[in-house]
C-alpha cells in the first residue's frame, strides 16, 4: 500500500504555497520592485492636470486615457477629485457595442481594457453601474460575435488585443469563467502561435511596420500575463516544452530598446526612431523576472504624452496601456 502524505509534510507544502503567496505581495524591497507609483508619479499627475481640463466625448481613444489618467491619480493621492472628474467621461460611452449597426473591430475597442482596469479603482467612489453594463455588454459580443472570434484566432497582434482586452474585461467583472479561459489560450495557442524558438514574433516582423508592431505585441501580451498571472496558476515562467516564453520576449527586446540599432528586422518606414518610449511590458518583465535593469531602462524611456492627439494616430493606437500603476497595483475587493 502506498505511503499517505504525513501531516507535516502536507504542512511544508500548506506553509511553502503561503510563502510563496505572500512573496508576491511584499512591498518591493529589490531594485527591480521599486514603487512604481514613485517613479510614475510625476507623469500621472501631469496626466491627471489635463484630463481635469478635459471635456468628456464619445470617443472611446480619449475617454480611456483620461478615466486611466483620473484613476491613477485617484490611487496616488486618494483625493476624491479625481474620481469624481471620471464621472462624466464614464457616462460618455454611449449605447451597448452589440446594438451598433456596425460595432467597431477588437483593435478599435481595445482602449477599453485599460478603460476597464480604471474603472476597478473607482468602485468605492463612483456609481459604476451604467459602465458595468457597457463592460458587460462588450465581454458578451466579444466572445460571441463573429468578428471578435475571428481576431481571436488569428496568429499575430489581434489575438493578443483579444486576449488584453478579454482579460481586463474579465477582471473587472470577476468572470472566473472567463479569466481562466484567457489563462489557458495565453499557453496555448498564443505563445505557440506568436514566439519562435528565440523569443521573437515572427508574424509582428513580416509586417510593414515590423518594430511598431514587435512593441505592441509586448506590451498586448505583458499586459495580459499581468493580469492573469497569479500564484496558483503562474504564467511569468511559463515555456513551451522547445523552449519560448515571456522571458525570451523580454530578454531579447531589452536590448533592442535599449538601441533601437540593434533591431535585427527592417526598419519601419514611418516613426522609427519614435516608437519605443516607455514600453509597460518592460516595467512588468523587470518585477516579474527581477531585472533591475529592465525598470532603469523603462524609467530612462520618454513617456508617453498625454491625449489622443498627443501622437500620430498610427503610434497612437499601439500604446494599449498608459499608465502601469493601474496594472502593477491591486484595485479594491481584490479586483
Known amino acids: 500500500m502506498p505511503a499517505q502524505p504525513s501531516t507535516l509534510t502536507r504542512r511544508r507544502f500548506t506553509l511553502t504555497a503561503a510563502a510563496a503567496l505572500a512573496a508576491t505581495r511584499l512591498p518591493a524591497q529589490q531594485p527591480a520592485r521599486t514603487s512604481v507609483a514613485a517613479m510614475e508619479r510625476d507623469a500621472i499627475l501631469a496626466a491627471a492636470t489635463l484630463a481635469l481640463a478635459a471635456k468628456p466625448t464619445q470617443d472611446l481613444a480619449a ?26 467621461h464614464l457616462a460618455a460611452l454611449g449605447p451597448p457595442i452589440a446594438s451598433l449597426a456596425q460595432p467597431p473591430t477588437v483593435l478599435e475597442l481595445l482602449p477599453a481594457a485599460e478603460l476597464a482596469r480604471a474603472s476597478s479603482f473607482l468602485v468605492d467612489a463612483l456609481d459604476l453601474t451604467a459602465a458595468n453594463v457597457w463592460f458587460a455588454g462588450l465581454s458578451t459580443w466579444l466572445t460571441t460575435a463573429h468578428e471578435p472570434v475571428i481576431a481571436r484566432d488569428t496568429k499575430d497582434h489581434r489575438a493578443s488585443a483579444w486576449l488584453l482586452l478579454a482579460a481586463a474585461l474579465s477582471r473587472s467583472q470577476r468572470n472566473e469563467v472567463l479569466l481562466d479561459q484567457c489563462r489557458a489560450r495565453f499557453r496555448k495557442p498564443t505563445l505557440r502561435n506568436q514566439i519562435d524558438e528565440l523569443g521573437h514574433f515572427p508574424q509582428e516582423m513580416a509586417t510593414p511596420t515590423p518594430f511598431r508592431n514587435t512593441l505592441f505585441n509586448f506590451d498586448l501580451l505583458f499586459g495580459a500575463c499581468q493580469l492573469l ?49 516607455r514600453r509597460p511590458a518592460l516595467l512588468f518583465a523587470g518585477r516579474a523576472y527581477s531585472r533591475p535593469e529592465y525598470v532603469e531602462l523603462f524609467t530612462s524611456l520618454p513617456t508617453v504624452p498625454y491625449g489622443p492627439s498627443a501622437l500620430p494616430p498610427a503610434l497612437a493606437a499601439t500604446f494599449p496601456i498608459r499608465q502601469p500603476l493601474l496594472w502593477t497595483s491591486r484595485a479594491a475587493h481584490g479586483l
Do not use: C, N
Not at 527586446?253 to 540599432?261: A, E, G, M, N, T
Open 229 to 277: 498571472d497569479s500564484p496558483f496558476d503562474p504564467l511569468w515562467d511559463y515555456e513551451l516544452p522547445d523552449g519560448p516564453g515571456p522571458r525570451a520576449v523580454a530578454a531579447w527586446l531589452y536590448p533592442v530598446l535599449k538601441d533601437p540599432r540593434t533591431w535585427p528586422g527592417v526598419a519601419d518606414p514611418e516613426h522609427f526612431r519614435d516608437v519605443p518610449l
Open 63 to 88: 475617454i480611456s486615457p483620461a478615466v486611466a489618467a483620473l484613476a491613477a491619480a485617484f490611487v496616488l493621492t486618494k483625493d476624491e477629485m479625481y474620481a469624481r472628474a471620471a464621472q462624466p
